[in-house]
């Protein structure tokens, strides 16, 4: 009984182990809504077809994930340097990409875009809207990037840490997955730290996100 016990308790540690192993995306803090960066310098059009932003969001023993369309956007640079800019989002365009149709994906892009979670006939656009660009002396990313993300009635600050390139006319701005807590903003369905009683019924708070802005000379 005592080996069976020991045998039980290691498969626990391991279990454990690897849930808690090294994160594939780091959680930001957000604060409140900052002044953003004034426009200054030569203005640049987000390429909406180059660019992109892809989500991923966990429940117990599964996630799924997909991509956020961009409605509009541009970019200020002076010399090469990233000074200001905006990108709004497509909130109707909430695409996942993991499940065909067959197996729910009308369901659950249906079930995202209502009033659970981003509600998008009340608010079909999303924000965000550069506050502050740091330079980075690092070897894998460039810059970190703060600024005021809206969606639904909710606007926060947020940094995230990307490498921002040059080829030709085209800036290209990949940021490091990062992790949003999701009820900073009002998307409150299935959040267990709300809803106390949801028991294994639960969406995990935090969503991976990473984002390819590709920015060309207007």
Request: glycine share 8%; hydrophobic share 40%.
């Amino acid at each position: 009984m005592k080996t069976y016990n020991y045998i039980i308790a290691l498969a626990l540690i391991l279990i454990v182990s690897a849930c808690g192993g090294k994160k594939s995306s780091e959680a930001i803090e957000t604060s409140a809504e900052k002044e953003v960066a004034t426009a200054q310098g030569q203005r640049l059009a987000v390429d909406l077809t180059a660019s992109a932003i892809n989500w991923k969001g966990f429940k117990p023993g599964g996630s799924h994930h997909g991509v956020l369309g961009i409605k509009s956007g541009e970019l200020f640079i002076d010399g090469d340097k990233l000074k200001s800019g905006t990108f709004v989002l497509d909130m109707n365009a909430i695409n996942v990409q993991d499940i065909n149709a067959e197996n729910g994906k009308d369901k659950l892009e249906g079930h995202l875009k209502s009033a659970d979670f981003f509600d998008v006939e009340k608010y079909p656009e999303g924000k965000f809207t550069i506050t502050d660009v740091e330079e980075l002396s690092d070897s894998e990313f460039t810059h970190k990037i703060s600024g005021n993300l809206e969606l639904k009635e909710a606007v926060r600050n947020i940094s995230f840490n990307a490498a921002i390139t040059k080829e030709g006319d085209a800036y290209t701005a990949k940021t490091a997955t990062f992790t949003i807590d999701r009820t900073q903003w009002g998307v409150n369905y299935g959040s267990k730290n709300i809803f106390k009683d949801l028991k294994d019924s639960f969406i995990n708070d935090d969503m991976e996100i990473s984002i390819t802005l590709v920015a060309k000379s207007v």
